[in-house]
């Protein structure tokens, strides 16, 4: 009777170190994990920030090659385009032809008595 009670204590005593050795296997890969988030973490946030970094500097880069198109177009019409040189003179210089009679209204000012 002895020798099937010793059998079922080592039988209890192999489970319980099997699940025990189950566990502290489970615990060090998690700590395992661990260890490699906290490595990578800065390298994570420093790499999200340089993406975001880009997205800015990609909508300035699209801005300024709008900007570059717009004025482009300007400088080939005032190069090549006398009707658009006499638009440009009569908005910004006040300038007009001889006998002409400009009449300007303020709509802005317009606006506000209303």
Sequence with gaps: MRSSVETRRK?????????LNR???VLVFLG???IVAFWFYPEVTY??????QLE??????????LTQKQR??????LQN?????EIIAR??????????????FDSARAASDK
């Design 11 to 19: 039988r209890k005593d192999a489970t319980f170190l099997k699940a």
């Design 23 to 25: 566990v502290l296997m």
């Design 32 to 34: 395992f994990l661990a």
């Design 47 to 52: 790499r999200n920030k340089l993406v975001a």
């Design 56 to 65: 800015d500097k990609k909508a300035h880069l699209a801005a300024l090659q």
């Design 72 to 77: 482009e177009r300007e400088v080939y019409l």
């Design 81 to 85: 385009d006398p009707e658009y040189i």
């Design 91 to 104: 908005d910004k210089l006040d300038l007009m032809r001889p006998g002409e009679t400009i009449y300007r």
